[in-house]
């Protein structure tokens, strides 16, 4: 019913490899062929050499990032996140490229212990219909 | 490669009119801004006729995937012109983001370049009857699939993310942040047309309010209305012939885009490198200093924006805008006292410019500030939106 689920991703052209990883429980991120630059969201053209034809291919990553900050959701904007609330998103540098960031669910919960700079690794939620998108947990340490 | 601007002071604003402020209008969005565009109009001693230039920046509500019927939801130049029926030489909206110094510079080159003589911008913000933010979406495209289905949507949720690397990072506390709030409230209770007319609050007010996305409360956002204002602007040889004081348009600065970003999820180093670029250029275009400009009105529509804009002009240094709050206890910059968009209501940077044109032009009645000449007014974030310089002379 309208309102009441969680909002799925609609694949697309430029995201179809992001997708298809996370549903097989792996991280990728698009990169440039050319230069090597990580781009997240996926582009139609790479935003460090321009390189034309563009040469963009999902790499995988290894799911490792540090918390660039944080925020305990308190109000569901989404209706399907209501019954989640409170929950904890966190935006995520992966460590390949510090510049690359990801929003997800720090899956440890507003009563953890979160600190700027904290690591933490990828882990998967799954969707109705196979897709599955990625999250966050802690792993302890402080990089 | 000079970035100075050769059109400085050669441009003014001549009339304006400000609706009421309202959660609710009795009048359709089209029909407020008309009654408004037709008030500025005669406040500038003009006629509808007269005017052959209409501009404005129409873009949200759409956050929450409302409707964007043009005179109901949104009102766009072209809709005031057709329903005014002139004979418009120049049209032209702004898109994008700091959308009132987006059309203000629209207009100011139009009319430097002879496209139109009287220019009308006007700004006209609804507030959608489901909740501002509120979407109840059940698939994510395009850029919504990268934070939907992880739970992250809403401005107020994005800027959580930049507003708590700064708490995080510095000595500075929602307490202080409550002063701010308080003292925008405070100034807007002052304000004939605001929402807030009459309402100030508190410190308890505001700690014991409602958290939206940590620490964003919801009194660290403007208030959804439904409201209209509207400018005339001409050329400053022309404007010598109308009745108000002119306010000229000095300079002008607008954001860069910088990295690809998740929702206004930025980072606080993306928002301080965006925004000193900004900064620099405003600097460069005015051939001004801070110490020239004596009315900074800084945008608000998210509180912690007040402290960007502060470091960002360089009023403190990095982490240190709640600190120079604390310390300014004669408050002598009145950088609070349009009220802002948290003391009138979501007018998304119309207090700030209304502002600096009622207290440069004498205009301001009881709140009449004495000796301000120079004024700034700002919209949006530093790093994303835009500022203008007005004058209330030629130098
Ligand atoms: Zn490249």
């Known amino acids: 019913m309208e309102g009441d689920s969680k909002p799925v991703p609609v694949v697309d052209a430029q995201s179809e490899g992001f997708w298809r990883a996370t549903a097989e429980g792996r991280l990728a991120v698009q990169r440039c062929q050319d230069c090597g630059h990580f781009s997240h969201p996926p582009t139609t053209i790479c935003n460090a050499c321009h390189s034309v034809p563009p040469s963009l291919e999902f790499e995988p990553v290894s799911g490792r990032g540090t918390i660039g900050s944080w925020t305990v959701m308190r109000q569901a904007f989404l209706p399907g996140f209501a019954a989640d609330l409170p929950f904890v998103l966190a935006r995520v540098k992966v460590v390949e490229q510090e510049d690359v960031a990801l929003i997800g669910r720090l899956v440890d919960g507003p009563t ?3 600190e700027l700079g904290a690591a933490v690794e990828v882990v998967f939620e799954s969707l109705p ?4 998108v990625p999250a966050f947990r802690l792993v302890g340490a402080r990089s | 490669m000079s970035g100075r601007f050769t059109g400085r002071n050669e441009v003014a ?26 008030q500025a109009i005669a406040d500038a001693g003009l006629q509808p006729e007269q005017i052959d230039g209409f501009t404005t ?5 759409a956050a929450g995937g409302h409707g964007s019927v043009d005179g109901v939801d949104i009102v766009t130049a072209n809709w005031v012109a057709e329903t005014l029926g002139t004979h418009a030489r120049w049209l032209c909206g702004f898109q994008g983001y700091g959308q009132l110094p987006g059309s203000v510079i629209l207009a100011t080159e139009a009319i430097l370049a002879g496209s139109a003589d009287y220019v009308l911008l006007h700004r006209a913000l609804s507030n959608p009857r489901r909740g501002y933010h509120q979407n109840p979406m059940t698939s994510a495209a395009g850029g919504a699939q990268w934070v939907a289905p992880q739970g992250f949507w809403g401005a107020p949720s994005g800027i959580a993310f930049s507003y708590n690397e700064y708490l995080q990072r510095s000595d500075a506390t929602r307490d202080d942040m409550a002063d701010v709030v308080v003292g925008l409230r405070a100034n807007g209770a002052e304000i ?56 000229y348009v000095s300079g002008f600065a607008q954001g860069n885009p910088t990295a690809a970003s998740l929702g206004m999820a930025w980072s606080l180093d993306d ?39 502060l470091e960002a002009l360089g009023y403190c240094g990095p982490g240190e805008a709640a600190q120079f709050l604390r310390d300014d206890s004669s408050k002598r910059l009145d950088i609070l006292h349009s009220g802002g968009a948290l003391g009138n209501g979501r007018m998304h940077g119309v207090p700030q410019m209304l502002e600096c044109y009622l207290q440069l032009s004498g205009r301001a009645g009881p709140r009449q500030l004495d000796g301000k000449r120079v004024g700034l007014a700002c919209h949006s974030s530093a790093n994303f939106g835009g500022v203008v310089v007005y004058s209330a002379e030629r130098f």
């Open chain 2, 192 to 247: 004939p047309w605001s929402y807030w007319h009459g309402q100030p609050i508190t410190v308890e007010d505001y700690m014991s309010a409602r958290m939206i996305a940590d620490p964003v409360c919801i009194l660290d956002c403007d208030i959804p209305i439904d409201g209209a204002a509207a400018f005339v602007l001409t050329s400053a040889e022309r404007a010598a012939d109308l009745p108000n004081a002119p306010v």
């Open chain 2, 57 to 61: 920046g129409s873009i949200l509500p």
């Open chain 2, 271 to 309: 928002v301080r490198e965006g925004s000193a670029r900004t900064a620099e250029m405003l600097w460069e275009h005015t051939g001004l200093t801070r110490d020239d400009i004596d009315h900074p009105q800084l945008y608000d529509g998210f509180s912690p924006f007040i402290w960007y804009w």
């Open chain 1, 112 to 114: 953890a212990a979160i």
């Open chain 1, 129 to 132: 219909g196979g897709a599955a």
């Open chain 2, 13 to 38: 604003i001549v009339g304006y009119a400000q609706s009421p402020i309202e959660r609710h209008s009795r009048l359709t969005l089209g029909a407020l801004t008309i009654e408004t565009c037709l």
